[in-house]
């Protein structure tokens, strides 16, 4: 069974209170922990190096130096949060790659749905054995549109499929779907491997007595 380990982020703001509210944002939002936040712009490159962050959460106007500088040094996944909202400063960003940009304050809700779109969007490029255009694009729609994407873009039976494993107390298996949805067991088996590589289901293997493993299927959280 694949372990499933916490995405780490690293906050860098200077207001102290400010950090430490964002960095509680983060700690609630399961499979995500956050770091020590950073205050000193001068300090995230080292902070970078020996704490190997998955993604940084980074302000634009810092007293020692550039957010949006940091941003083209450093080459990990960030999104900047920042009261910010001059056309250059946005442009700026994301030209030199910010995968997500909140303006200061925002809804806690909001940070939680972008960390949860890009959880996923991480899962569906490393559940792939191939890459191809389609996940490529189905990646890119994910991150940029943010959790809501997942609902508005599934089909009925998609629909159907994920209330089935989500109204169960324990592990979906293909004909608890099956029979749940209507489907063949074989058309239940493509619809959940399609959700476990789109990052809305989590895959389990369990091993019988025959030794034979049997797929069950849980809801991402």
Same mark, same amino acid.
């Given at each position: ?11 860098? @703001? ?27 712009a ?16 980074? @302000? ?8 949006? @500088? ?45 960390l ?7 899962? +569906? ?50 004909m ?20 476990? +590589? ?21 809801? +991402?959280?």
């Amino acid at each position: 069974m694949t372990q499933h380990t916490d995405l780490r982020v690293l906050v860098v @703001d200077d207001d102290f209170r400010v950090a430490a509210l964002h960095a509680s944002y983060v700690d609630e939002v399961p499979g995500f922990m956050a770091l020590p936040p950073v205050h000193d712009a001068r300090m995230v490159p080292r902070v970078v190096a020996e704490q190997k962050p998955d993604l940084l959460l980074l @302000d634009v106007y810092l007293p020692q130096g550039s957010g949006l @500088d940091l941003l083209a040094a450093l080459d990990i996944d960030a999104f900047v949060l920042s009261a910010a909202t001059e056309v250059d400063a946005v442009r700026t960003a994301i030209r030199r790659g910010a995968l997500g940009y909140l303006i200061k304050p925002f809804d806690p809700k909001v940070l939680t749905g972008k960390l949860r779109s890009y959880a996923r969007y991480r899962r +569906q490029l490393e559940a792939a054995t191939i890459i191809d255009q389609s996940i490529i694009d189905r990646a890119q729609r994910t991150l940029l549109a943010g959790e809501e994407s997942v609902s508005l873009s599934a089909t009925p039976t998609e629909q159907a499929v994920l209330a089935a494993v989500a109204v169960l107390d324990a592990p979906a298996t293909v004909m608890d779907v099956a029979t749940a949805v209507g489907i063949s067991r074989a058309t239940a088996q493509r619809y959940l491997a399609n959700q476990v +590589q789109a990052g809305s289901l989590r895959l389990e293997l369990t091993y019988g007595s025959r030794g034979r493993p049997e797929h069950r299927y849980l809801i +991402q959280e």
